[in-house]
């Protein structure tokens, strides 16, 4: 089962435009990490953000977490065609039995037009 | 390339074929997982090895599938016996021990049953 959920499910910008995505999740958590996936690749880690932090900067990411609501974004400013692909946050859910399975949302498909 | 390594890339097979799939991890990863990704969705968790103890194994993971990481070290998955349903792309990924660690993944293995 897929916890994380992106939203919007895609995005079509125009280069040097702001990015930004949203993702929710329903249980409790150790940690959220972002991920990039270019077509057919594996996945590239971009960012991860602990339970107790707030806030994250990455060179041009930025990252939100807010636990009360179960929710996190990632802004990507001044977006470059390169960054075309898909993103998907992965949550590392908080299990006292020790689980240690990333769960994956459905991803947002990221279209940066030059 | 000190990355996490997948061979074959690609791979199309008969139904009813077996297939393996082998991952190089990391090096000073002890923690490998396998995850499968299917066109248009996240990559779901199939399964989790802390050195060569396979620690966790998810409800996808029927009994036509298998996972071994003998000495601690790269790890083989196997398909017996595939169906159509089966065709997706597999994920190898590694991380250190600890929690709350970057999980890095492979390029990922490509499955089409014909």
């Known amino acids: 089962s897929q916890q994380g959920e992106e939203d919007p499910q895609a995005l079509s910008i125009q280069e040097g435009e702001n990015a930004t995505m949203n993702c929710s999740y329903k249980?409790?958590?150790?940690?959220l990490q972002w991920y990039r996936q270019n077509s057919g690749r594996g996945l590239v880690h971009l960012i991860l953000?602990?339970?107790?932090?707030r806030e994250k900067h990455s060179g041009r990411l930025r990252v939100t977490l807010d636990t009360s609501k179960k929710s996190s974004s990632l802004l990507i400013t001044a977006s470059r065609a390169a960054d075309t692909a898909s993103y998907f946050c992965?949550?590392?859910?908080?299990?006292?039995?020790?689980?240690?399975?990333?769960?994956f949302g459905k991803g947002t498909k990221l279209s940066v037009i030059p | 390339d000190t990355g996490v390594s997948q061979d074959p890339r690609h791979k199309i097979t008969k139904r009813g074929q077996n297939v393996t799939f082998r991952c190089d991890p990391i090096?000073?990863?002890?923690?490998l997982y396998w995850y499968r990704q299917t066109l248009g969705q996240g990559p779901e968790f199939l399964t989790y090895?802390?050195?060569?103890?396979?620690?966790?194994k998810s409800r996808l993971l029927s009994d036509r599938f298998s996972a071994e990481r003998p000495k601690g070290s790269f790890s083989t998955l196997e398909i017996q016996r595939t169906e159509q349903g089966d065709s997706a792309m597999y994920l190898c990924?590694?991380?250190?021990?600890?929690?709350?660690?970057?999980?890095?993944f492979g390029e990922g293995s490509w499955l089409t049953v014909v």
């Open positions: 992965a949550t590392d859910p908080y299990s006292g039995a020790g689980s240690y399975q990333l769960t």
């Open positions: 249980t409790s958590i150790n940690n």
């Open positions: 090096s000073e990863h002890n923690r």
């Open positions: 990924a590694s991380s250190p021990s600890g929690s709350g660690n970057t999980i890095y």
């Open positions: 090895f802390q050195n060569e103890a396979q620690l966790e």
């Open positions: 953000i602990r339970s107790n932090e």
